[in-house]
């Protein structure tokens, strides 16, 4: 039997799907996007931002007028970081890659049918891709760290996902074809490590790992950017064998933790 429907559950969507949206980017969203990718109606988006304002979920900025996120976020961040130590756990390994390989380096989670980045650290090398921040959203398959995850899912989760590519690649499908994503997972599954040569940026390659909780799921990905010469060649494997080493490192932190 079908549950019946949840009473206010498409409001409680509509806002979950207006504070993902705005934070994506710590600079927010302005109205005419937030509009444009919820698909709701100007006055709809412009009372649940007010309702969400008026809780300290929202603000917003007055020089640029976006939409950003509001305190209450950063004090539930606050307390949700207590049972999900992330940062404690992740940034020396983040740390020890950026200075190691000189690239940026990057944490990320998988949400449902995404990742998310959550932690970042600069490398020193002068030229860096700006593809890759905290807050931002790709879908499985997509990126490095998406491909490193997808590529250990189970095979009925791959091919769930690959059934319906172009609608869940959405604005990546073009370069992300499904035929180039099987191949990429394959390669991923063979050598330990994803490989995105360009794909999301022209001349943007990034590289990544995945990282597995107590059951063994790929939950979370270690991943660098940069330069496409960076990642070429016998530096492509060195940089492969240090994201699995660290990979592995998170994997047994974070399996005494759950």
Not at 77 to 95: K, M, N, Q, T, Y
Request: net charge negative; aromatic share 6%; proline share 7%.
């Amino acid at each position: 039997m079908t549950p019946p429907p949840v009473q206010g559950a498409q409001v409680v969507s509509r806002v979950a799907s207006l504070l993902r949206i705005v934070g994506r980017r710590p600079e927010g969203s302005p109205l005419v996007e937030l509009v444009r990718e919820t698909g709701l109606t100007r006055p709809t988006v412009h009372r649940l931002l007010s309702s969400l304002a008026a809780e300290g979920l929202l603000d917003q900025d007055p020089l640029s007028g976006n939409w950003v996120l509001g305190p209450e976020i950063l004090l539930m961040g606050s307390v949700a970081s207590a049972r999900f130590p992330l940062e404690d756990i992740a940034r020396p390994s983040l740390r020890r890659l950026a200075e190691e390989t000189g690239e940026s380096a990057f944490f990320s989670i998988r949400r449902g049918a995404e990742t998310v980045c959550l932690l970042r650290e600069e490398g020193s090398f002068p030229v860096r891709s700006f593809v890759l921040h905290e807050g931002v959203r790709f879908p499985l398959g997509v990126a490095s760290a998406g491909t490193a995850i997808m590529a250990f899912l189970p095979e009925a989760e791959q091919e769930e996902l690959l059934a319906g590519w172009a609608a869940h690649a959405g604005d990546f499908a073009a370069a992300h074809t499904e035929p180039l994503v099987r191949e990429n997972l394959a390669k991923t599954r063979q050598a330990g490590y994803s490989v995105n040569p360009g794909l999301v940026l022209e001349g943007s390659w990034g590289m990544g790992a995945a990282v597995f909780d107590q059951r063994g799921r790929p939950a979370w990905a270690l991943s660098l950017t940069g330069i496409e010469p960076r990642f070429k060649g016998e530096r492509q494997e060195m940089l492969g064998r240090l994201l699995m080493d660290e990979a592995h490192r998170i994997s047994t932190l974070l399996q005494g933790t759950t």
